[in-house]
């Protein structure tokens, strides 16, 4: 079932609402949506409801709250994951943006690093930052998210480091651990997580573009007390170590907890 | 460190060998090695080796094995896993041949699905299999494995069926299960498995394209073994699932048995 985003906080049962904008686009013009149809929307208090058509104007879509869906599980991942990636070249942040939101992701961070091959120009990165939030919606959407993930603006390492939270849980995606056959760090910091907790730690891990991490800037941030962890014995791409990642969490932290993840 | 497989079933220190065709190519021309310059080879017996230039000719390189690798722990993943994907639209199945390669597959399984969006011709098929065959080898040498992948021919359901080992861990990935918020299949099968088995037996894991899976063709392969298990509370694209099933595999198998696969 499709789903979108609305603004409003809440919704109640009979409530209309009106779609209008890109997402009333592409509910009329390309998912050719018609009156009596049913779509699952999500306000900003993370609940998904049924919603039927009941109008259709040339620019606005009215619906009407048929029922609010129960999720039997948590859909959201839980606790906060901020990918925090080089910038790589091409579409490769676009494609980060896209399958790290069906992955779960709770923040894209761009960062300007040493080793980086692209660099975003001053005067295009307001635009690049629109087109990854574009991105990240319509994925969020797709993959039906309960809330649509950040895009955070580019930032160099130091002021990366700076705005980083202090409890949050720190890894660095670094292959040269992988190297000395240390494969434990993401497993050991996952399974100390008190998962009773109300409220989870963020977890925000560091990624190299297509060129790699550079020594120096993996010891800037091990002094900041982030952890070198491996994704496993092979060489993974840039773009593919963050969804492969977004997967071993799933695993430590939804897929493997019996029932503990339940509403 | 560039690697490039050899076709020699064992290499020892100090014998002479070359490198033609493709290889020498991306060697020379797209990677520019020069004589004295050290390259990874991984023979057919999935042992790697340090091997130094020594002359460059017009199509062939020579090159001395200096030393043998030791892997301190495994690079491939304790067991074979198949993915056997339907077939979807454009480069997907590109990205699913590179990204699976990078993650630990040992063979890619075309599928011929009832709700495959795309259709291989058959007078096309063989150079589809040809350009899948080609992505993985290169992904197998840059992530390092020891072992290229299998790509195979595509199969329909049945025939498909036919041919998956009894003794295989069989799986499907289906959404519907994830509906229900039962999240533990995949590791309720992955923990029963004992580790310290000579053999461990192959997984095989089968994925719908972008159309999804049909009804149908589920209770086949249920009735044929096959458990439909989920991979977490969000819909993930055709083309991220495999790889995220990779990540939650490695998780499972590498990334949390405290030295359990160190050699």
């Known amino acids: 079932m499709q789903q979108y985003f609305v603004d409003q906080a809440t919704l109640t049962l009979g409530q209309v609402f009106t779609i209008e904008g890109d997402d009333f686009h592409h509910l009329v013009k390309v998912m050719r949506a018609k009156p009596g149809q049913v779509i699952q929307v999500v306000a900003a208090n993370q609940v998904a409801y049924a919603a039927s058509i009941q109008t259709i104007d040339k620019a606005t879509c009215q619906l009407q709250v048929d029922q609010i869906l129960q999720d039997n599980c948590l859909i959201e991942l839980p606790l906060d994951v901020t990918l925090a990636c080089g910038i790589s070249k091409n579409d490769k942040l676009d494609w980060i943006a896209q399958k790290g939101t069906e992955g779960g992701m709770a923040c894209l961070q761009p960062l300007n690093l040493k080793r980086d091959v692209a660099k975003w120009q001053a005067n295009k990165a307001a635009k690049r930052i629109e087109r990854l939030e574009k991105i990240v919606k319509e994925a969020a959407q ?117 029932g503990e993840n339940l509403l």
Chains 1, 2 share one sequence.
């Open 142 to 258: 797709q993959s039906h998210r309960r809330q649509i993930p950040q895009v955070n603006d580019c930032l160099n390492l130091i002021d990366f480091i700076r705005q980083v939270p202090n409890q949050a849980i720190k890894l660095i995606a670094f292959e040269e651990t992988a190297k000395v056959g240390h494969h434990q760090v993401l497993a050991k910091t996952l399974s100390q997580l008190d998962l009773n907790q109300e409220v989870l730690p963020p977890l925000v891990m560091v990624f190299g573009s297509e060129g790699g991490l550079d020594i120096g800037e993996v010891e800037q941030l091990q002094a900041a007390g982030f952890k070198a962890c491996s994704l496993g014995p092979r060489i993974l791409r840039a773009e593919t170590a963050p969804i492969f990642a977004l997967g071993a969490i799933s695993y430590a932290l939804e897929l493997s907890k019996n």
